[in-house]
């Protein structure tokens, strides 16, 4: 069984491969897949991003796919940034100018009110026309200074409940358990797993 | 009767003095004012902040004063940039990064999801402990490149609801009659009248 991660992103497929209920499952991301248009990501909430992601994978490709849209919700920001977290500084992908801005826009904010959560929608779709789509979250709080080598994203900036450490000085097996992804991805494939056969 | 206008801004100042109910009434600014302390903005709201400031004023000077705040409110943002409005981009103040970055998150957004209000909260404050807080909103949509020379902040993005021309393309005291801060300033004035006698 192939299944694909429509995702060009090393590390999201690595943590994909790390979980218990794929083994056995080929999984192959979009770099494996040639000439892949790249459509805008344009729903109104992580699920329905996932969801777009995975159904315009198989649309492509023929091939059952696993797609995941994931971001930071900040209190104070009322849930922003959100599904557009990735592109928060308006230079998708960068991750330090998306850092510094949030950061920039929290200077006056109180420590109290610095509580946010990472939100991921997992979406699964086939040729036969199945899909599974379900949410995870990782609670916790912003600091001022990013901390850490690890992880991607928001992850230096982020403290997870229950944690002294930020989501980038996590091991990824330490990460995958409590993380949000790791929590809908578990899910999803639990979901999916009949499929799988 | 004097009355205080927490504010540097020179525009506001001179549509605080545009309001019928405020004849008669001598407004100055904060740059009419010696030596007075910038406080950070730090409520959770607009109406906390617009309270805030009045406060302040009211504390440092002895004078009445009245003070606003207000923002941008995008709905695909979750209503922000909100009480962020004048820091978005992390340059407070710097209207054309502020707004060159809400387009850049906007990119992505279709045309039918970009509503928006412009929300002001003005409050009013005296040393005889009598506090009145207000709030004016003026629905309307983003457009993905700027229009018009008046106004400031996101006024040449947002198109009123009922027109076609932008804020920034309004003449005052079109922009006034129909602006957030213009209603929130005229209820505020009607239910100060009585104090300012």
């Given at each position: 069984?192939?299944?694909?991660?429509?995702?060009?992103n090393?590390?999201?497929?690595?943590?994909?491969?790390?979980?218990?209920?794929?083994?056995?499952?080929?999984?192959?991301?979009?770099d494996?897949?040639?000439?892949?248009?790249?459509?805008?990501?344009?729903?109104?909430?992580?699920?329905?991003?996932?969801?777009?992601?995975?159904?315009?994978?198989?649309?492509?490709?023929?091939?059952?796919?696993?797609?995941?849209?994931?971001?930071?919700?900040?209190?104070?920001?009322?849930?922003?940034?959100g599904?557009?977290?990735?592109?928060?500084?308006?230079?998708?992908?960068d991750?330090?100018?998306?850092?510094?801005l949030?950061?920039?826009?929290?200077?006056?904010?109180?420590?109290?009110?610095?509580?946010?959560?990472?939100?991921?929608?997992?979406?699964?779709?086939?040729?036969?026309g199945?899909?599974?789509?379900?949410?995870?979250e990782?609670?916790?709080?912003?600091?001022?200074?990013?901390r850490?080598?690890?992880?991607?994203?928001?992850?230096?900036?982020?403290v997870?409940?229950?944690?002294d450490?930020?989501?980038?000085?996590?091991?990824?097996?330490?990460?995958?358990?409590?993380?949000?992804?790791?929590?809908?991805?578990?899910a999803?494939?639990q979901?999916?797993?009949?499929?799988?056969?």
């Amino acid at each position: 069984m192939r299944l694909l991660l429509a995702s060009r992103n090393a590390k999201k497929l690595a943590e994909l491969r790390r979980i218990e209920a794929f083994s056995g499952v080929e999984i192959i991301g979009l770099d494996d897949v040639a000439a892949y248009p790249e459509a805008p990501e344009d729903g109104a909430t992580f699920e329905d991003n996932a969801l777009l992601k995975a159904r315009e994978a198989v649309r492509y490709t023929g091939l059952a796919a696993v797609a995941d849209d994931s971001g930071i919700a900040v209190d104070a920001l009322n849930g922003c940034p959100g599904i557009f977290s990735a592109r928060w500084s308006g230079r998708h992908g960068d991750d330090a100018a998306n850092n510094a801005l949030l950061l920039a826009q929290l200077r006056d904010v109180p420590e109290s009110r610095l509580t946010a959560r990472f939100v991921a929608a997992a979406a699964y779709a086939d040729p036969d026309g199945r899909e599974v789509v379900v949410r995870g979250e990782m609670p916790g709080r912003l600091i001022r200074e990013p901390r850490g080598e690890g992880g991607f994203g928001y992850d230096p900036l982020f403290v997870p409940d229950g944690s002294d450490l930020t989501a980038a000085e996590l091991a990824p097996e330490q990460k995958d358990a409590i993380s949000h992804r790791g929590k809908a991805l578990r899910a999803l494939a639990q979901q999916i797993a009949p499929y799988l056969r």
